[in-house]
């Protein structure tokens, strides 16, 4: 089970694509960035497969919780750096 700390979604398509993931490998305690193959890979429609660098233990994440993440946290992260998906004002999130 991995921890998710920040996502960041393609904001074009209609499915997220998961460009960018921080988390935390519960197995192993590491906590990791991924953003391309093999540490994420994205699953078609929706979702992706992390794997933990340091335990190669590998969890597919479900695109309702990618969903969820997203409504949580509009913009991909608490940070805000996500320049694909700058809020509109007067739209709330
Ligand atoms: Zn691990």
């Known amino acids: ?48 497969i992390l794997t933990c660098p340091a335990c190669s233990r590998r969890q597919a994440i479900s695109g309702a919780r990618f969903v969820e993440f997203a409504a949580r946290f509009p913009m991909g992260n608490a940070e805000g750096s996500n320049p694909l998906a700058t809020p509109v004002p007067g739209e709330g999130a």
């Open 1 to 48: 089970m991995f921890h998710l700390y920040d996502v960041r979604f393609s904001a074009e398509a209609a499915i997220p694509t998961i460009e960018f993931i921080r988390a935390q490998c519960n197995a192993c305690r590491g906590i990791f960035r991924a953003s391309e193959r093999p540490l994420l890979e994205n699953i078609a429609g929706g979702g992706a």
